[in-house]
């Protein structure tokens, strides 16, 4: 099962049945699935898809730019002609995915309200009071 949510959500698919499409910009989620009426609107798949899509595109860029460095020795001029438009390039195409399948990741563990209770960050405590 959580595999299966995983797939679905880099397939940018609906965790639950895997049909209905779960973006509605670039990274935007939207609140229900359009073909399960699935809540997705308990993601919190804030910070984790950058980070994960900085790791991937890092170890793939700086491996070849290390292995081109040490076999061909290029200018300066043609890593940075190569290398940055294909970090670019590769963070965007990678974002979506990963973003999915951090939501589906997050669906399949019950994590951020998807679970059968909601979540609390502050475990049933009051909210701060507010000073003017």
């Known amino acids: 099962m959580l595999w299966r949510a995983i797939g679905r959500g880099l397939a940018s698919r609906c965790p639950n049945c895997g049909r209905g499409a779960i973006f509605t910009g670039f990274t935007r ?9 699935e809540p997705l609107h308990h993601h919190r798949a804030d910070d ?3 980070y994960i899509v900085i790791t991937i595109v890092g170890h793939i860029v700086i ?5 081109t460095e040490m076999r061909f020795s290029p200018p300066i001029w043609l890593h940075m002609a ?18 999915g399948g951090v939501v589906g990741l997050q ?18 405590a009051l909210p701060p009071e507010r000073y003017p």
Do not use: N, Q, T, Y
Request: a negative charge; charged letters at 15%.
């Open 107 to 124: 669906w399949a563990l019950g994590m951020h309200g998807f679970g059968p209770e909601p979540d609390s960050d502050r475990d049933g």
């Open 29 to 37: 989620i939207v609140d229900f699935c359009p073909v399960c009426a």
């Open 82 to 99: 190569v290398w940055l438009p294909l970090a670019l390039a590769l963070s965007f195409v990678l974002m979506r995915p990963v973003k």
């Open 63 to 67: 491996g070849l730019l290390l292995w």
């Open 48 to 50: 984790a898809p950058p």
